[in-house]
């Protein structure tokens, strides 16, 4: 696991911590009803383009494909949820440095600390606690946290601030609870 993140440490950097997300339930309590209200919300406009596309009576393949396209991108939409909890659990490995937060997985990240000016440990209702670095984070609902892990790591790299840095599901203890606040402004 460690192999992974060594080969990229900068110049007197050291690799301090290693994890995986902890193992969560893709319907937990705290994404189960917006992962519900979703599938029926995109399980409604399947069947409401359907029903249009039914009802039209002179109707060209332009049209035809216009309405499979649509259908198909919700469709595909509907299995989000779970590819994200798959791709948090199977692909993704935290990472902690003297001079960095390292990520693994669906896109490899490196954050200095130098650009996380605020930070925060959260517990979402299912008892799991995730780290939210940068304002944009912070503010995020439990909800949010899951698939914003998965997607927007960091904004952008270019940028003099971290904005949006999540480590999802840390498997918390003493040890990792100490480097965190010496290394993170946490609140």
């Not at 896109?107 to 130098?114: E, H, I, L, R």
Request: net charge positive; aromatic share 8%; glycine share 6%.
């Amino acid at each position: 696991m460690e192999n992974q993140f060594r080969e990229h440490l900068l110049d007197g950097e050291e690799l301090l911590w290693t994890g995986r997300p902890e193992s969560f339930d893709t319907f937990d309590k705290t994404n189960r009803n917006s992962i519900i209200a979703g599938l029926v919300i995109k399980v409604i406009i399947v069947l409401g383009l359907l029903i249009t596309l039914f009802s039209i009576k002179e109707i060209d393949i332009k049209q035809i494909c216009m309405f499979g396209f649509i259908i198909a991108i919700t469709l595909f939409s509907m299995l989000n949820p779970f590819l994200i909890a798959g791709r948090l659990r199977k692909r993704t490995l935290y990472g902690l440095t003297n001079k960095r937060i390292l990520r693994a997985g669906t896109n490899d990240v490196a954050v200095p600390y130098t650009r996380i000016k605020s930070a925060r440990l959260g517990t979402d209702p299912d008892g799991h606690t995730t780290l939210l670095c940068g304002e944009r984070a912070i503010h995020l609902k439990p909800k949010q946290w899951r698939g914003e892990a998965d997607a927007f790591f960091i904004d952008s790299l270019s940028e003099p601030e971290a904005e949006r840095v999540i480590l999802y599901a840390l498997p918390m203890n003493r040890d990792l609870t100490d480097l965190l606040r010496k290394y993170l402004p946490l609140k």
